[in-house]
C-alpha cells in the first residue's frame, strides 16, 4: 500500500505561481509513475502531468506544456508541480496519483491507470 498527501494549493492572483507537494509513504519502493491530475467543480478529473519514478522522464497535457512543471525528489519520497503564470480556469482541486505498474503513455494520462490516491489540494486562482 501507498499512501499519498498532498500540499501546497492556497489562492493566488492570475499570473501567480504554486508549487505542490506530494509526500509518498508505505511500500513508495514500489512506485513506477507518479502524476498530477485535477478536477474543477462540476467536470472529470483530468490528467496534468506525470513522471517516472527512477528517471526524469516527464509528460504532459498539451494545455499544461510550458506552464506547470512536474519533478520528485527520491530521497524526500516526494514528487513536485510547480504551476506558474496561473490562469482562472486552472482553479481545481489538484489530486496527486501512483503506480508500482509500467502503463503506456495514453494509460497514463487515464484516472483508471493509477492505483493510490491522495485526498486532493485545493487551488483558486483569482481574475
Known amino acids: 500500500q501507498v499512501h499519498l498527501v498532498e500540499s501546497g494549493g492556497g489562492l493566488v492572483q492570475t499570473g501567480g505561481s504554486l508549487r505542490l507537494s506530494c509526500a509518498a509513504s508505505?511500500?513508495?519502493?514500489?512506485?513506477?509513475?507518479m502524476a498530477w491530475f485535477r478536477q474543477a467543480p462540476g467536470k472529470e478529473r483530468e490528467f496534468v502531468a506525470r513522471?517516472?519514478?527512477?528517471?526524469?522522464?516527464?509528460y504532459y497535457a498539451n494545455s499544461m506544456k510550458g506552464r506547470f512543471t512536474i519533478s520528485r525528489d527520491n530521497a524526500e519520497n516526494t514528487v513536485y508541480l510547480q504551476m506558474n503564470s496561473l490562469k482562472p480556469e486552472d482553479t481545481a482541486v489538484y489530486y496527486c496519483?501512483?503506480?508500482?505498474?509500467?502503463?503506456?503513455?495514453?494509460?497514463?494520462?487515464?484516472?483508471?491507470?493509477?492505483?493510490?490516491w491522495g485526498q486532493g489540494t485545493q487551488v483558486t486562482v483569482s481574475s
Open positions: 496519483a501512483a503506480t508500482p505498474k509500467f502503463i503506456s503513455t495514453a494509460a497514463g494520462t487515464t484516472t483508471g491507470g493509477y492505483d493510490y
Open positions: 508505505g511500500r513508495s519502493f514500489s512506485i513506477y509513475y
Open positions: 513522471i517516472h519514478w527512477n528517471s526524469d522522464i516527464t
